[in-house]
């Protein structure tokens, strides 16, 4: 067989017809050498596999039996998935070392099995003993239906496939994997990494056997996926586990989803039992107080995290400071937009903390992304200058602008039921916002000016 001359950059296993200083995929010096490959295989052996010639179908032929979706006993996971796991669909799910990613997908592969799903668990970080050992403990009762296999080759991962013929498949995680069409190409390189996602798109657009495949993906110092951008493109669905180490909150983020709706979010309880869906987030990002305990400090907001209205507690500290440079801390929002909002409180709200600390959270550490709870924010800051606590039963829903007047916010009317579905009796939104309807516990107060908000709130 004829051999013909390339040169393999040693760090990312990138080929060029001719050398360079400077590999132009992963930037390195100097990487590049001379081998010789067969003229037949050459850089994308195997990936011709991928292209097998499939009939032509008209479109209003096509039936929707492949895509129907799974739904697992986690509402949060499945509201994430845009209502249950896709037949026929490739996930990725990344996050930080410890967030969990391993004990999730293995608490929503126990119970697919126990829902009549064939599983396979396939890990090439952990032995069959370690991954017990973690089911041992999150998982209540293994199900027959769970198969497991630790292995590190992706052409052995394939015949397991064809053997047991599962309809759910964990690959835990694809950096871990290589396929032996490529032997110069180490475990979580470029090539290896992109061939093997290729195999198991294969595996699961499959047209007589369609399967659900989830991708347990590494992360880089920089909190991104680590492996090409590609590898992002070539899977449906793209999960992230956010959340600090030292808390048991995790937030699953769908940064890219085919199926259902980008930016939506779920929330989990990480505990020794595994994550814990938290079903009712409205109630659990608000401290519960008794009718009349009024804490000073507190205001309430509601946030939209995906499609959803979330009831929010924002925090505030004022306290005398004895430097010529008071601190702004918060971890909620950023320092700059924080020293906005107090200069729009001091200079239209007539409130003066030049030599104020102020120290701004949330309950549940969720970030302000938006707007609609600067007003919020501007409120708990007064209500702890006058130390004075807010009505529990009153929020507040506005952005405020550096004139000192309300503007509007978007998907007010969701935001507002939520709020009545919970059982508030105020909530306060900028005049002419939208034309109010009429609620069931809520009556909303249309104000112009933060003057008037501050007015209204503490006579």
């Not at 009712?280 to 107080?289: C, D, L, V």
Request: proline letters at 3%.
């Amino acid at each position: 067989m004829k051999k013909k001359s390339v040169f393999r950059c040693t760090n990312c296993d990138y080929e060029s017809i001719g050398y360079m200083g400077k590999c132009p995929e992963c930037g390195s010096w100097n990487t590049l050498q001379e081998v010789l490959v067969d003229r037949k295989q050459g850089k994308s052996s195997g990936s011709s596999r991928l292209f097998e010639k499939k009939p032509i179908k008209r479109l209003g032929d096509i039936t929707l039996e492949n895509s129907q979706r799974i739904v697992t006993g986690l509402s949060e996971f499945n509201r994430v998935m845009g209502g249950g796991i896709v037949r026929d669909s490739v996930s990725i799910l990344a996050a930080r070392p410890g967030a969990g990613k391993s004990t999730l997908l293995l608490q929503v592969a126990n119970d697919l099995a126990t829902k009549g799903h064939k599983v396979l668990y396939a890990s090439g970080e952990e032995s069959e003993s370690q991954i017990k050992a973690r089911a041992d403990r999150v998982i209540r009762e293994i199900h027959q239906n769970m198969w497991v296999v630790s292995d590190n080759s992706m052409d052995n991962l394939l015949e397991n496939i064809d053997e047991i013929d599962p309809d759910f498949i964990v690959v835990d995680s694809i950096q871990t994997f290589s396929l032996e069409s490529f032997p110069n190409s180490r475990a979580g390189s470029p090539t290896q990494t992109m061939e093997c996602a290729y195999e198991l798109v294969k595996v699961a657009k499959n047209s007589g056997k369609p399967r659900s495949i989830f991708i347990v993906g590494q992360m880089t110092k920089e909190d991104e996926l680590a492996g090409v951008r590609a590898l992002e493109h070539l899977v449906d669905v793209v999960l992230l586990i956010e959340g600090e180490s030292g808390e048991e909150l995790r937030t699953l983020l769908a940064t890219k989803n085919r199926y259902g709706s980008t930016g939506e979010m779920g929330f989990f309880n990480m505990t020794e039992k595994g994550m814990v869906s938290i079903d009712n987030p409205s109630e659990y990002f608000m401290t519960k107080r008794e009718d009349g305990n009024l804490v000073s400090g507190s205001g309430l907001t509601v946030v939209r995290e995906g499609t959803r209205p979330i009831i929010l507690e924002i925090e505030s500290l004022v306290s005398d400071s004895f430097t010529p440079y008071p601190s702004r801390i918060s971890e909620a929002m950023r320092k700059d937009q924080l020293n906005t909002l107090i200069s729009i409180l001091e200079q239209r709200g007539g409130i003066r903390l030049y030599d104020k600390n102020v120290v701004i959270k949330t309950t549940g550490g969720i970030k302000l992304k938006e707007n609609a709870s600067n007003l919020a924010v501007i409120m708990s800051i007064a209500s702890s200058v006058f130390d004075v606590g807010i009505s529990n039963d009153t929020a507040f829903i506005a952005d405020v602008g550096l004139t000192g007047e309300l503007k509007k916010v978007p998907s007010l009317e969701a935001r507002l039921r939520e709020l009545d579905r919970i059982g508030f009796r105020k909530a306060i939104v900028p005049r002419d916002s939208t034309r109010v309807k009429e609620y069931t516990n809520l009556e909303v107060i249309q104000l112009k000016t933060l003057r008037d908000v501050i007015k209204y709130v503490f006579n």
